[in-house]
């Protein structure tokens, strides 16, 4: 009697596990699928597109200002190699292709993490459950904030993707009573996707200990100081520094020039921006450098408001942390978001940039989670609206999603929709010189050039515009003057440097030449355009052996320089020519033998 009891009680929790099992695999499906037909139309356009117009010229990063950033980034470096090995080059289609698909496995990643932390029901509809864990997925599938990281191409964006996928495989690995090395060879991947995977161990310990367990100390933090030291080692070989703050534009991020306590002041202030912004993903911008961003002074009347916003996020975070004690879903959500955004929130260091949504895409898990905390309490105040409430949430999300990969279909399109809704962006006023001069529309490019040094008389990129515009109507004394104050608040902008050189080659004033052209390619001696600029020195000044020297590192990075490739040319047909008129000069001055009869 006994026995069948048993084999009943077995085969009903069989019979449950296989439903479970069922029903948890139509669930991932069907969020893979959510999150692939949210950004499918994107894969469709042709371009790539980035926030910086000067990005999206081939091989170019900025317009060659000094303000770059050393990446340690093997792994999407990888990734490219191997799209390009499968598709023969890297094109705007499959670049999407592979974001949107790391998506598609990042939102699943998030769906088995959430119900291996079994998060109660959402919802409940005709005697069928919802599980929180899926209606929180479905949120972060579709929320418009990662738009940018997904369709701009940017390879910004495949490092956020590539970091939460092994960041998410490294949590699910990850045991704190357990020795494993799978969980630490996946985090070390995630770092070396983008420099802020480095944190993911800390969310899986805090995971875990939301969980109930209790992480030993000595068990993960040998391993974990390891991990570190690998990080900054590797790091400190590829690129030569660990924090590269002091090269940061001011354009690009003007907090990094701020003393310690303004800058802290001002990233708890953005901090409670990018949660209102997860949360609430309206407006969305594409760039949020100066000024659409500036930063808050501690004193005037601006400050008040400040300090009531940032009393209010910290208040908001104050009460995630009392609460931790009760481990509810919202002060989880809050712990998440802290530490995800520690390393890119400008609060320990500055970085390249003072807000971008791409930074956002890890952290808004904790979006994710609030939503569904929301949605929750709904459902037990009002369990018949809970369904509906969802719905609209997923709806809204989707539209606006689908409404702003419109805005990164072209670069045109992009630029337009930037400047309509943000015309106090000094990028994006560049952004706009370049594309109407580009298209020849001179009058309107300066105008964009005039508005953006309005807005930063300093703008050395916007300065090297004023030089274009002015070369291009042959005054080439107003170019040179432009370009010279450019210089003189970015002495390294190559750009600059690349076009004050050939100007003054064309001047044959090779001694004013010589040293911005060293100065130049000290800093990046594989430079297309200056390399070029160097050639033609070379050739100018007869000095054939060191041309060839600077001919042969432009064929070995595959220069397609029109002025290399064409006196490269001329130079090849003067020697044809000269081995022509060598051989006929030997063959006159044979003298042909007589001999006796």
């Not at 508005?451 to 090297?464: E, F, G, Q």
Request: net charge neutral; hydrophobic share 50%.
């Amino acid at each position: 009697m006994n026995g069948g009891r048993k084999s009943l009680k077995e085969g009903k929790n069989l019979s449950q596990k296989v439903r479970f099992g069922l029903s948890f695999l139509s669930c991932g499906i069907g969020l893979v699928a959510i999150a692939l037909l949210v950004f499918s139309r994107s894969i469709l356009w042709g371009e790539f597109v980035f926030e910086d117009f000067n990005r999206m010229r081939e091989g170019s990063m900025g317009m060659g200002s000094s303000a770059s950033v050393l990446h340690f980034r093997p792994i999407v470096v990888l990734s490219y190699w191997l799209q390009s090995q499968f598709e023969g080059a890297i094109t705007p289609h499959g670049s999407v292709f592979c974001n949107v698909l790391l998506h598609a496995l990042n939102t699943l990643l998030l769906y088995v993490f959430l119900t291996k932390r079994s998060f109660p029901s959402l919802v409940s509809c005709k005697g069928r459950s919802l599980s929180a864990s899926f209606g929180v997925a479905i949120l972060f599938a579709v929320n418009p904030i990662h738009t940018e990281a997904i369709v701009s191409g940017m390879d910004s964006g495949r490092a956020e993707l590539l970091a939460f996928f092994f960041g998410f495989l490294g949590i699910l690995a990850f045991s704190p009573q357990k020795q494993s090395l799978l969980p630490w060879v996946l985090f070390f991947l995630a770092a070396l996707s983008k420099e802020s995977g480095a944190l993911f161990p800390v969310l899986a310990i805090s995971s875990s200990w939301f969980q109930g367990e209790k992480p030993s100390f000595l068990k993960w933090i040998k391993p974990f100081c390891v991990f570190m030291l690998m990080l900054f080692v590797g790091r400190l070989a590829v690129t030569g520094a660990i924090l590269q703050s002091d090269v940061i534009h001011f354009v690009e991020n003007p907090l990094a020039s701020l003393p310690f306590e303004e800058r802290l002041f001002n990233s708890i202030f953005l901090l409670g921006r990018y949660l209102a912004i997860i949360i609430v993903p309206f407006p969305l911008s594409a760039d949020y450098s100066f000024a659409t961003l500036s930063p808050v002074s501690l004193s005037g009347a601006s400050s008040i408001v400040s300090f009531v916003f940032i009393g209010l996020v910290a208040t908001i975070f104050s009460l995630g942390a009392f609460m931790l004690r009760t481990r509810s879903i919202a002060s989880f959500a809050l712990l998440w978001f802290f530490l995800a955004f520690i390393l890119t929130a400008n609060i320990l260091f500055p970085i390249e940039t003072i807000f971008a949504e791409r930074l956002a895409y890890t952290p808004s898990v904790a979006g994710s989670l609030l939503l569904g905390w929301f949605l929750l309490l709904v459902r037990d105040t009002y369990p018949r609206s809970a369904v509906g409430a969802f719905s609209v949430v997923v709806i809204a999300l989707t539209a606006l999603t689908i409404h702003y990969q419109g805005a990164w279909q072209s670069k045109e399109k992009l630029i337009e929709r930037q400047v309509a809704l943000f015309p106090n962006s000094v990028k994006m006023q560049v952004n706009l010189a370049v594309l109407r001069s580009g298209q020849g529309h001179f009058d309107i490019a300066e105008e964009a050039v005039e508005k953006a040094l309005s807005l930063y008389p300093a703008s050395s990129d916007a300065l090297l515009l004023r030089a274009r515009l002015y070369a291009a109507r042959g005054d080439n004394s107003g170019a040179k003057e432009a370009l010279q104050t450019a210089l003189f608040h970015d002495p390294l902008h190559l750009d600059v440097i690349e076009m004050f050189v050939n100007i003054l080659l064309k001047e044959r004033q090779f001694e004013i030449a010589l040293p911005l052209l060293d100065r130049g390619l000290s800093q990046n001696p594989f430079h297309e355009g200056l390399l070029s600029a160097q050639y033609r020195f070379k050739v100018a000044t007869e000095n054939l052996a060191g041309a060839l020297e600077v001919q042969k590192k432009l064929e070995a990075i595959g220069s397609d320089d029109p002025d290399f490739l064409r006196i490269r040319e001329q130079i090849r047909e003067l020697m044809r020519e000269k081995i022509v008129l060598d051989e006929q000069s030997v063959s006159e001055n044979v003298v042909t033998p007589s001999y006796p009869e």
